[in-house]
């Protein structure tokens, strides 16, 4: 072993899941806890990790240049978010008052409002303005322990203005410590113009939004809003089939409100993730269990969409043996909140998870849903090191003690992301 960057000692508990594949059913509660424990990083990986004795005895004589001590606080994996809507235009607060009269959320997107109101604010913005905004959401969410996040497209629903906003999150991963991962949305709502016209607009999608999301490399992933009145099963399977001949990964927005046969659609065509799932049917989630889908659950939405139903996740763990995922499906809409903290609490309060499973679901599940598991998600030698830092001394803190950001310090690639509760990156880079 060469020299060692950093040293983190004073861990008072590491906590994390084992090794690098979804973690299904009960494999979910059986998460890894080493008490007095030290992490080695050498060029933004994992060296070595265990008990401090042990891991001061494999670097006697090897050269370490700084150590942190921790304190005796917790630590984890840095947390995932796998379902984030994080570049758009605006804000919708003045759709509170609608919403909170019981209009519904797919009666408001019928109205013209909804999405189609952010993608007005969207196309309106510059590149310069999605980014700077965007920028606020990521420093919030590393404050909050997080270090990779998927943002999706979406609210361009043109050629140019899907461009525009997968520019800007390929502008974002460069600048910002987080990790973005890309996916492409352009079916996420069919725009004004092609109003009682869907079908063109799929045409529109798989014609020409695909072929010049691939030749420009801007994302991996491709994404459908499946649900009645917006983008049919048919539908769906032909862009999330179109996309894979591009390269693109598919996912997709299954059964959130009506059991349309999303999950399904998700196991027939090996998609890598379903998210919502609120409405699945047991025959769609044995389907996705069949095909390895990871479901991502989304229970801010429920919560903040004041539905009084939320995602089946005791079934998808103990029935169906299925890796679920978490995550804050941030966006200016049904869940304006960065906080995956927030998320963490609800898992608790509404899907019955517990924090052993909740940690397992913003980790190394997360990680999966975005084809990152041998990469990121655990603490593992030779993965990176990401790492979570808590003011709580132990996981079942984290849901307990509600309201409050317990995130101390932030490790992200080896470097000091968050400290103390304070930011270390570079604002002026953001040209802020
Ligand atoms: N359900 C569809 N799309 C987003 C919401 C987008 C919005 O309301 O702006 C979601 O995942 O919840
Ligand atoms: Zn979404």
Redesign the pocket.
């Known amino acids: 072993m060469e020299r060692i960057d950093l040293l983190m000692i004073g861990i008072g508990q590491l906590v994390t899941p084992p090794g690098n594949v979804p973690r299904c059913g009960q494999q979910m509660k059986e998460v890894q806890v080493i008490k007095d424990a030290a992490v080695a990083i050498r060029e933004g990986r994992i060296v070595t990790f265990g008990p401090v004795e042990l891991v001061l005895e494999r670097l006697t004589d090897i050269e370490v240049a700084a150590i942190v001590d921790v304190g005796g606080r917790m630590v984890t994996p840095g947390l995932i978010d796998p ?3 994080l570049v758009h235009g605006g804000s919708r607060e003045h759709e509170l008052a609608l919403k909170r009269s019981g209009v519904s959320y797919l009666d408001i997107l019928a109205q013209g409002g909804g999405i189609l109101s952010t993608v007005q604010s969207t196309r309106a913005a510059s590149e310069q303005e999605l980014f700077t905004k965007a920028y606020r959401s990521l420093d919030e969410m590393l404050l909050q322990g997080v270090t990779t996040i998927e943002a ?1 497209s979406g609210y361009g629903l043109s050629v140019e203005d899907e461009l525009k906003q997968l520019r800007v999150a390929k502008q974002l991963n460069d600048m910002h410590t987080i990790d973005i991962v890309s996916t492409f949305m352009g079916a996420h709502a069919v725009p004004l113009a092609y109003k009682g016209r869907t079908e063109d607009y799929v045409d529109l999608v798989i014609h020409e939004m695909l072929p010049m999301v691939a030749e420009h490399g801007l994302a991996e992933f491709c ?1 459908v ?1 499946c649900e009645h009145g917006v983008f049919s099963v048919e539908q769906s399977r032909r862009i999330l089939l179109k996309g894979r001949e591009y390269g693109l990964i598919p996912k997709l ?1 299954a059964d959130e409100i009506q059991p349309l046969g999303g999950a399904e659609l998700a196991g027939e065509i090996g998609a890598i993730s379903a ?2 799932l609120l409405a699945a049917t047991d025959k769609g989630l044995a389907a996705m269990a069949e095909h390895g889908v990871i479901p991502v659950l ?1 229970p801010g ?1 429920s919560f903040n969409l004041g539905l009084d139903r939320h995602a089946r996740a005791r079934d998808m763990i103990d029935i169906h043996e299925l890796p679920v995922a978490l995550s804050t ?1 941030y ?1 200016p809409g ?1 869940c304006p909140t960065e906080s995956i903290q927030l998320i963490m609490m609800l898992a608790s309060l509404n899907l019955k998870m517990t924090p052993e499973e909740i940690l397992t679901a913003c980790t190394i599940n997360a990680a999966n849903a975005l084809g990152r598991g041998h990469e990121i998600g655990s603490i593992e030698i030779g993965k990176r090191a990401d790492l979570t830092i808590y003011d709580a001394p132990n996981l079942a803190y984290l849901p307990y003690h509600f309201g409050v950001n317990h995130t101390f310090g932030v490790i992200k690639n080896g470097k000091v992301g968050v400290w103390n509760r304070k930011l270390m990156t570079n604002r002026e880079e953001a040209g802020q």
């Open positions: 379902h984030t809507h999706k994404d809003f927005h998210e919502h989304l939405t499906d966006n049904s």
